[in-house]
Each structure stands twice: as C-alpha cells, then as structure tokens.
C-alpha cells in the first residue's frame, strides 16, 4: 500500500495538483544557530522547529540551509567560545573550504546577551561569512545606522525579557518557601527523604497527575542528624562527633547519596560537614530557600548548566524561611539555637583551658586559608601553614609558617573599626569582636600589614555607611614575628 506525503494527501483533499518540484538552483548555503537553555524543562525538537520557521520562512527563495548548529543546556550569558555548538560553528566558518555562505540565527534572544553580537557578527563577516537576522529582514550590515539601532533596541529587550523572568521567577519561589513551605528541588538535606506529598497545588498540573514531594525523615541517616545535635548541646566539639561518626562507620551524607554528589569522595565525614549540618535551620521543620547561590559560568562550579559559576553562601539575611513547619523536625527550636554559636574549649594536656577570641576570624594575606589558633609562650595566637601538615612534605616554594599574637590583633581593631583612642579593657574587646563577628567582618595579616575585609558571603567591599573602617593599618611590632617559628 502507498504511503502519501503530507503534501500530497493535502492536495488530494484540496483538489490541488501537487506542487512543482523545487528548483535546483541551491543559491545561498546557510548555516543555521539556535540555542535552548535547558534539555530537562524544554522539549529539544519542539524548540528546535519553532527556531527553524522563522528563518525558513526569511530565506525561502533565497538559499536553503546546509548545516545546524544547536547548543542544548547552555545559557546565554555564556560566549560563543564557550557553547560548543557555537563554537563548532566560528572553527567551521574560519576553515576556507567551508560548505556555507552565511549563518542565519532562529531568534536574537537565543543567539546573543550582551556584546556578543557585535563581537560574533564583526568576526564572521571579517571571514567573509554573512549574518542573517529575521528581526533585520536579512543580512546584518554593522555600519547601517537602521541596523546599529535596531540592534541596541534588540539588546535592551534581551536584557529586560531576562530581568523580568528573574523576577517573576524568585519572586515566585520566596512565595512558595515562606507561604506554602514547598520543597523547590535539590539535594535532600543528610537525614530526610523525599517522599509524595499529594497532588500538585496548581490545578492544571494537577489535572495532569503531577505530584509534590516533601521531605521526610531518612530512617537510616536521619536518627545520626539527632544524635550530633544531642551530643553537640552536651558540648562536645564538631571535630570529635566527626572522629566518632567515622569511627563508628557512620555513611557521611556525599556516601549516602551517590547520585546526588558524584563530584565528593563519600569517604569520610570532616569538621565542615558536621559544622553545616549544626548550622543548617531545616532540621527545625522549616523549609528553607536561598542559603546559597550560583553565579555566572566559570571555574570553580559545574561543568555544564546553568549558575555553573563557583558556590556562594548567602547572609542570613538574604534566606527564604517558611511561616509555618513543612516538614518533621529533627531537632526542636531550644536545641537548634542554643546550639548555634557554641564555641567548646578545649582543655589542654596541663588542664587548662585555652581560649581564642578571634577564632575564625584571622585570614592568612598570603594563601588565603583561615589561620589556626596557636597556643605560644602562654598565649594564644594564630599561625597558618599554607596547607603543609605533618602527614605530608612541604612544597618547594611555599612561604614560611605565619604568626601573629591575639593580643596585637586586639590592640589593632580599635583603629581599624574607627574607635576612639584610649585603653582597652576587656570588655571593649569583647564588644570589638562582636562587632566583626556580626559585620561579617575578617582580618586579614600577611606578616607585615593587618586589614579589615568582608567576609566571603558578602561583598568584596565595605560600604563606608555601614562599617566605616580604615582599609589597612601598618603593625610596627610585626616585624619581630613575621619569620618566626612555630
């Protein structure tokens, strides 16, 4: 049995003959672009076909298209270099023996943010290559004043289509987090599940049989998470439930869940991973958005994506906190906060107790990393070693142990915060630290100078309003400690 055209079985109902064969004159070659943010919210050959009509439709008698290129889970504030289709497309245009005569984009939006189309289409035409645009109608001609303003105008929609989808998005998601208490998708804390939570509050989606999910406690993981915040309001330290968890054979939360943390070992637990769990308000029952963020494409993040830019913690301030319990607690509200700023001294071998009062707050200048408290002479002090340690040989090249004593730190802040003159009895200095510590403040000694800087979770500057602080200060009785060894 034959099997008719869709072109021809519309002619047959029409009482058309069939159209005439194309002609074979093939006259432009193009190469076609579109992009798609994601593969996982969008249909790719939906996306795909709408990005192909338009162009079709502006170069039907003109040429026909004779390569595609199609970015897929790629955003648009990435470069061309960047997306490999794109990418792909700049290496094919440069080669002489290309098989087409211009590109053609689906739609500016999806092609191009910011300077990138001055940059991209400059580049193609010095190779001889022109750009296509339905927006223009055609060919883009860079030094037409028509063209140079529709492209500004086309930017600036760009741009305001982005801004206004941000908005509506994350204002959407505070909502559904302080109103609803509705889990927004990621990595289930260590000790919870997800779990069906009825249907889905939309009634479209609901219609649809889509489903929520909510987090329930995790019967293996979950009486773990009970269990350091018990041992922790006892007072022990972070570092000893860590030994002990590991000890005992404890699944750290990177172990437990495999698919979800392909990127860590799941070996062992450490300090840090107790410390965020102590620290994070989700095991009151609330359900909690925005601790942290993404930004950007770059080193440091996911290889692909989107926010594929290096993590980033976010005050306090900025978090999204539901009105109402979401979920089971796994610690009451007494014990979540009496556990919050615990500071556990430990008592040395002679009995005594040492105490740091800026500890966690002195950043190396050299390295970076966050100086240890170190215990001299009968006094505390800070030291950083650079990343060496007993278990390992020192790098050739890395800089000598750094050191500097609590109590010139202490006699440097006044200045730094703006304070006045005068002596400094005990109590001011616990008023200082508190003042860094609720700032978010750091202080920053490279051996020879001591500065106040923001802390990695706000900004890279301070704001003269708010923490009027003199940016460096020079420490004259530095000199004497900056080689010496620990």
Known sequence: MATLTNTELLASLTGLRSPAAPSEEPGLRFAFYGRMSTSVFQDVQTSHAWQRAVPDELIDGVGSVVAEFFDVGVSRRWSWQDRPEAAALLAAAADPGRDFDAVVVGEYERAFHGDQFREVVSGLNALGVAVWLPEAGGPVELGSPVHEALMVLLGAQAQREVARARQRVLAAMRSQTRVQGRFLGGRP??????????????????????????????????????????????????????????????????????????????????????????????????????????????????????????????????????????????????????????????????GEVRRYLLAGLVVCGLCGRRMDGHWVHGRAGYRCR????????????????????????????????????????????????DQVRKQGLQIQYDGQRVEIRSGPAMAKTVKASRCPVQSTLALDWCDGVKTAEI
Request: with cysteine.
């Open 189 to 350: 804390p260590y000790g919870y599940r997800l779990v069906d939570g009825g249907r889905h509050p939309n009634p479209v989606h609901g219609r649809w049989g889509r489903r929520v999910r909510v987090l329930a406690p995790d019967p293996v993981t979950a009486p773990w998470v009970r269990w350091m915040f018990a041992e922790r309001a006892r007072g022990r330290t972070v570092a000893s439930l860590a030994r002990e968890l590991n000890d005992r054979g404890v699944v750290c939360p990177s172990g437990a869940d495999r698919e979800r943390n392909t990127h860590r070992s799941g070996e062992r637990w450490i300090v840090r991973t107790v410390a965020m769990i102590l620290e994070n308000p989700r095991y009151t029952g609330r359900q909690v958005w925005n601790r942290s963020s993404t930004t950007g494409h770059g080193a440091g993040g996911r290889t692909g994506g989107r926010g594929s830019g290096a993590l980033r913690y976010n005050p306090v301030s900025e978090w999204e906190v539901s009105e109402r319990i979401a979920h089971e607690p796994l610690v009451d509200d007494e014990r979540f906060v009496a556990v919050q700023g615990m500071r556990v001294a430990k008592p040395a071998k002679d």
């Open 386 to 433: 650079h990343g060496f340690t007993s278990v390992k040989r020192r790098s050739d090249g890395v800089p000598r142990n750094l050191y500097v004593r609590e109590d010139h730190l202490l006699e440097a802040l006044p200045r730094l915060l703006e304070r006045p003159a005068g002596p400094v009895d005990q109590a001011m200095r616990k008023d200082l630290v």
